[in-house]
């Protein structure tokens, strides 16, 4: 089909929603709906063959083809930062806590202390100031670190009775999130989606400006983490986490362990959903018939399904909606369909023509088809 001059131009612009999901059981295992810089990347090797007198270029033959994709969260969480080490995200983190403690004698005791990561020395803890007299010298001495002892007594202070202490050591908070960075990175393969807005230029009363017309998809089956694991933060700029990576097909997934396929040599899929009311018409530009030559036979009191497709941008396509098109018998004497159905019933010997409608909810164009359906007795 030739493209028209009048087509509708579409432009991508905005926020990126991006899903990523375990190919082998479908959960969702990361998501952003702030992805700020997406781009897809193809590459391919046109090789030459040459031949004859002065090598003549005969063909060329493509190989090594790649599709890379570039995308970053305006966004930051742990999740994300998971998926291209192939970390877990765990509970019961290790967090600082800074609390008052009320001398008993010359001791304090604190609850629950641990180590902090990375530290060699067992629970300790550091006393920051005190309410008492001696808060010039506890201040003095408050990078000291104080081990913790089994009971909760913090070892080589001494308090004085009656003052408080603010004590600051590390506890364990089932709530704060830990992401391990493992040595050896292990990039999960996922089933990615990445979906962006869609804008017309042709749109209300103005031809100059727009509105969101449908949404843009890209589903990648295979996808695999290649860019190193980042996340920048500033003063004046929000963190971000870069979820680059490059597709796979069927059997490059299989080679990593990923058997559940559709089994073709794809990378992915483009898919623009158009939005609005029936938005499944708005790239209809006909409906056909398929099949039926000079028409269609039923027996009286019998069935006939009668097969019909759209067109859409000249290819033959099956319909998602019937509800959306309309069918009507010219005879109902002696065939009859429902409104809303492909589906004829014959009730009498004889011809009847049956029609059926749809209209593009864009444009507002209709387009028919028309079938004869002849009932015979029997």
């Not at 308090?159 to 992401?179: D, I, Q, R």
Request: charged share 10%; glycine share 10%.
């Amino acid at each position: 089909m030739a493209v028209s001059f009048k087509k509708k131009s579409l432009f991508s612009k905005g926020i990126i929603h991006a899903e990523f999901f375990d190919p082998a059981t479908d959960n969702l295992i990361g998501y952003s709906a702030y992805v700020s810089n997406f781009g897809l990347a193809g590459s391919m090797n046109n090789g030459e063959v040459a031949a004859g007198p002065g090598s003549m270029l005969v063909m060329c033959i493509p190989d090594t083809a790649r599709l890379n994709v570039t995308a970053q969260t305006a966004d930051t969480d742990l999740n994300s930062l998971a998926l291209p080490v192939g970390g877990t995200v765990e509970g019961n983190g290790i967090i600082e806590t800074v609390i008052g403690v009320a001398a008993t004698g010359a001791s304090l005791t604190v609850s629950n202390a641990v180590s902090p990561y990375g530290g060699k020395n067992g629970a300790v803890a550091y006393v920051l100031t005190s309410s008492g007299a001696d808060k010039a010298a506890v201040e003095a001495a408050s990078g000291t670190a104080h081990a913790v002892n089994l009971d909760g007594t913090i070892a080589d202070f001494t308090a004085v009775s009656g003052n408080t202490y603010c004590v600051k050591y590390f506890v364990t908070n089932s709530s704060a999130e830990v992401l391990s960075i493992p040595a050896l990175f292990a990039p999960k393969v996922v089933r990615a989606h990445f979906a962006v807005n869609l804008y017309a230029k042709e749109g209300g009363s103005d031809v100059m400006s727009s509105s969101i017309v449908g949404i843009r998809h890209y589903y990648f089956p295979y996808y695999f983490f290649t860019a190193a694991m980042s996340e920048t933060a500033s003063q004046t700029e929000t963190g971000t986490v870069d979820l680059s990576g490059t597709c796979l097909t069927f059997e490059e997934a299989i080679e990593a362990g990923n058997c559940a396929s559709i089994g073709n040599q794809l990378y992915g899929f483009i898919v623009d959903e158009m939005i609005g009311a029936n938005s499944s018409t708005s790239k209809v530009d006909g409906i056909y018939f398929i099949g039926l030559g000079a028409g269609a036979t039923v027996v009286r009191t019998q069935t006939i399904s009668l097969p019909i497709k759209y067109s859409v941008n000249g290819v033959l396509t099956n319909i998602s909606d019937m509800s959306q098109v309309t069918f009507t018998s010219s005879d109902t004497t002696k065939a009859t369909i429902p409104a809303h159905s492909n589906v004829a019933t014959g009730v009498a010997a004889g011809n009847t023509t049956i029609t059926a409608s749809v209209t593009n909810s864009p444009t507002g164009a209709t387009y028919t088809a028309t079938c004869v359906l002849t009932v015979t007795a029997s």
